[in-house]
């Protein structure tokens, strides 16, 4: 069997691998060759190109290199077309894979795409070129599914991942595994993965912590980093700001810091699910460029932004985009949670069902599409 795929960074990549892997389980034999990150090439996929070399940050970085991206998506086409897999899988990137999928269904060969665009939330007119282009559509979200069954799109919920792999551990064993004191009060902030959201996001993190010592003496502040780059920036905006023992940059560690913490302050994305799905209090915050904003608000059909509020019955989270990402206002909402045990204990019992509900066997389930798929082609 042979399987083409696309992946254009490292949520897919994570994706990719444990795709790879279940189908390995179910078809011992089978090729994999496209697009792959460095999971996914460990369980045995051949890229053709680097993940990073499609990957887009906002409209701004479509546009800074549109040419290229496009070059890359011609030339995948026409090799998928020459090689005729039995199955081509877009994950995610959806502004490069929807395109190639077209072409490549057009060509008769199958489609499935893993992870809905967030076509539900804005732009819902791209449905109409979903419904041409995919084969069959894997969703993360239940609410996902519902959307695309009304769209008349084939579809099946798969579950997420990430749900599947959370690993339940109480707060002070969380603590003394980071080696910070059971007692106190520890926020963990998390401004986000890319350095494009450090250098919006980082001063105003730094900025609320700063604020919130001055009414809550007792508190610590434990920050994840993705890599050590963004360490090294985070530690030099904190380094004349914040007394070096009430602040612990971490390798890595993002769940065990949200386990360990109070309350998290982070970036709008998948840093708020893993937090609901931890059941950890949360305000979210998030600032893009001002063209990527006025796009996102002409098109948008929802009024959250976060995954967790539009996980739960109603929402809960607070939410500080764009002109309201300020110090102040993130401090504020912090300091709500934290002077209000009540208020941290309902968010708590609301977000406990998220788990439950997501975790049903991603991976396995999708690699089950993904060949039934291959092998009911004509």
Not at 122 to 127: F, P
Not at 317 to 334: C, F, H, N, R, S
């Amino acid at each position: 069997m042979n399987i083409a795929l696309v992946a254009g960074e490292t949520s897919g990549d994570m994706l990719g691998a444990g795709l790879i892997r279940e189908i390995t389980r179910l078809v011992p034999d089978a090729r994999f060759e496209g697009i792959a990150g460095p999971r996914m090439i460990a369980e045995g996929a051949r890229t053709l190109y680097a993940m990073e070399s499609i990957s887009i940050m906002g409209l701004d970085g479509l546009f800074n290199s549109l040419r290229h991206i496009l070059s890359i998506r011609r030339d995948l086409a026409g090799r998928f077309i020459a090689r005729r897999p039995d199955v081509f899988v877009g994950i995610d990137v959806p502004d490069f894979n929807l395109g190639l999928e077209l072409r490549l269904r057009r060509a008769g060969i199958p489609t499935v795409h893993y992870v809905s665009p967030t076509v539900w939330a804005w732009r819902r007119y791209r449905v109409r070129k979903i419904r041409r282009a995919v084969g069959h559509m894997m969703t993360l979200f239940p609410f996902e599914a519902d959307f695309y069954s009304r769209h008349d799109v084939p579809v099946t919920f798969v579950g997420h991942p990430l749900a599947d792999r959370v690993e339940d551990v109480p707060a002070g064993e969380a603590r003394s595994r980071l080696s910070l004191p059971r007692d106190g009060r520890v926020v963990a902030l998390l401004p986000g993965s890319r350095n494009s959201e450090i250098a919006t996001l980082g001063g105003p993190f730094i900025d609320a912590a700063r604020r919130l010592l001055d009414g809550h003496g007792d508190l610590r502040f434990v920050v994840p980093c993705a890599t050590p780059a963004i360490r090294d920036r985070v530690h030099q905006l904190a380094v004349d700001r914040l007394p070096a023992d009430r602040i612990m940059l971490l390798d890595g560690n993002a769940q065990l810091a949200m386990q360990a913490a109070d309350v998290a302050l982070l970036a709008s994305g998948t840093a708020a699910l893993e937090a609901a799905l931890l059941r950890t209090p949360m305000v979210v915050a998030y600032q893009v460029s001002d063209l990527s904003y006025l796009m996102v608000r002409m098109f948008s059909t929802v009024k959250h932004y976060s995954m967790p509020n539009h996980l739960l019955p109603k929402p809960m989270v607070p939410e500080l985009i764009q002109a309201d990402a300020t110090g102040e206002k993130m401090a504020a909402a912090v300091a709500a949670f934290l002077d209000d045990a009540s208020r941290r204990e309902a968010l708590r019992r609301a977000l406990s069902g998220i788990r439950e509900q997501l975790a049903v066997g991603a991976d396995a389930h999708a690699a089950r599409i993904v060949v039934d798929t291959a092998r009911s082609a004509p």
